[in-house]
């Protein structure tokens, strides 16, 4: 962290933090748009993140403050059921609000957060403040809640406290992340398993496009649809539940069933996306990094043609990292249309990535792209304990 949060805690609020956690924010590496189709992901935790510092106070008062944002507020313990306009604070608000709603006590608390994730751009800042707030709360007071139950706290709070209609993943990748390893989770059933992530001599660079993801919520429903279409029509030969049920192969043999070449081009991303998945933990087992480079092209190139759901900003980047030698794989990463790209980048070339990204992103695009440099980092965890 490039900011004393502990110096900054003192100077807003005149006393020393108590403790001080990390929660980290995180990118989806390889299975896209297969999470509502009972396909599997491959997230992992980056070491871009969210901290928070806390102290209790004596006066029954939840005081919040962001160094990202000029707005703070306090509000009085037993009031934390009702949202405040489209404030920020809702996102600590709404995790409090679930304790309390489940028969905990919290007490008089300031807060002072941070975080280093590009914000709205797709590394879900919203899931690293929400479970670092958990995290920091069920660590300090011991609630005695575990991993999986902040989880689905925090996930309540982004779909029924904030209103957002997302999945499991975010909230699943930023609490039970490792460092170097990867997630292989099945969104539905919530079974998962860590795969080791040897990066060697490469880094994972993350370009954010700088575009906003204006499209992503109505084409994300379009796309939810036109797979339930394409389930329907596969359901007239075989019985299936999700369209990842079927592996490549499976799906030929039934694929004449889907009559419209759109709603194919859908499927068969989807199909063959999940497949990828499993190829990109085989490979990632047998420590072959250009393998899952390979992988990650050829599931942008598929979200590109068949899905749809990419965008020059994001293909200007992959088409850039194809050319550039120091890559071996890159991907857009999350539902599209705008938000972040990922790329594996050899050590040593960051300055020159970076360089000769920008040169071409401006002139393809007409405003720059932001680079970031992350490692596969770990999930929550306590960076200090000043009073215990
Ligand atoms: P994403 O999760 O892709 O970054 P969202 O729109 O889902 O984008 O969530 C971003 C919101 O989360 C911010 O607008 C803000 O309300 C909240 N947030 C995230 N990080 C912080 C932070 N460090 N301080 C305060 N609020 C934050
Ligand atoms: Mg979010």
Redesign the pocket.
């Known amino acids: 962290m490039n900011i004393n949060l502990e110096e900054k805690f003192a100077a807003r609020y005149h006393k020393n933090a108590d403790a001080v956690y990390f929660t980290p924010g995180r990118v989806n590496l390889i299975g896209e748009h297969i999470d509502y189709n009972g396909g599997l992901v491959m997230p992992c935790a980056i070491t871009l993140g ?1 901290w928070v510092a806390i102290a209790p106070n004596n006066e029954n008062k939840l005081r919040f403050k ?1 160094l ?2 000029e707005i703070e507020t306090a509000v009085e313990s037993n009031r934390v059921n009702q949202k405040d306009g489209g404030l ?1 604070t809702n ?1 600590p608000i709404g995790v409090i609000n679930e304790f309390i709603k489940d028969g905990k006590e919290i007490p008089g608390l300031d807060f002072l ?3 280093n ?1 590009p ?11 929400e479970i670092a707030t958990a995290y920091a709360l069920n660590n300090y007071f011991n609630l005695g809640y575990d991993k999986l139950e902040l989880v689905k706290i925090a996930k309540r709070v982004e779909n029924d406290f904030i209103g ?1 209609n997302s999945g499991i993943m ?1 909230q699943f990748a930023v609490a039970f992340g490792e460092k170097n390893k990867a997630i292989v989770l099945d969104c539905e059933t919530l079974k998962y398993k860590m795969v080791d992530v040897d990066l060697g001599n490469y880094v994972l660079a993350i370009i954010n496009t700088n575009k906003p993801r204006e499209l992503a919520d109505s084409k994300y429903n379009e796309r939810v649809a036109e797979c339930q279409t394409a389930l329907k029509q596969l359901n007239e030969e075989i019985t299936l539940h999700y369209l990842c049920e079927l592996n490549a192969e499976k799906f030929a043999l039934h694929s004449h069933l889907i009559t419209n070449e759109v709603i194919l081009n859908r499927a068969t991303h989807v199909v063959k996306e999940n497949d990828r998945v499993h190829l990109a933990a085989k490979a990632l087992n047998s420590g072959n990094l250009e393998e899952f480079g390979r992988l990650m092209y050829a599931s942008h190139e598929s979200l590109r043609t068949l899905y749809e759901v990419s965008g020059k900003e994001l293909d200007a980047v992959v088409d850039f990292c194809i050319t550039y030698e120091h890559v071996i794989g890159a991907r857009m990463t999350g539902a599209g249309f705008g938000g972040c790209a990922i790329a594996l980048l050899e050590k040593g070339y960051e300055e020159d990535f970076a360089k000769h990204l920008t040169d071409y992103y401006i002139d393809k695009i007409g405003y720059p792209a932001a680079i970031y440099i992350s490692e596969i980092g770990s999930g929550p965890y306590l960076t200090t304990d000043t009073h215990r």
């Open positions: 969210t962001s990202n944002f920020w996102y957060f941070y975080g994730i914000i709205g751009s797709g590394l879900s800042s919203s899931a690293s403040i957002l975010d």
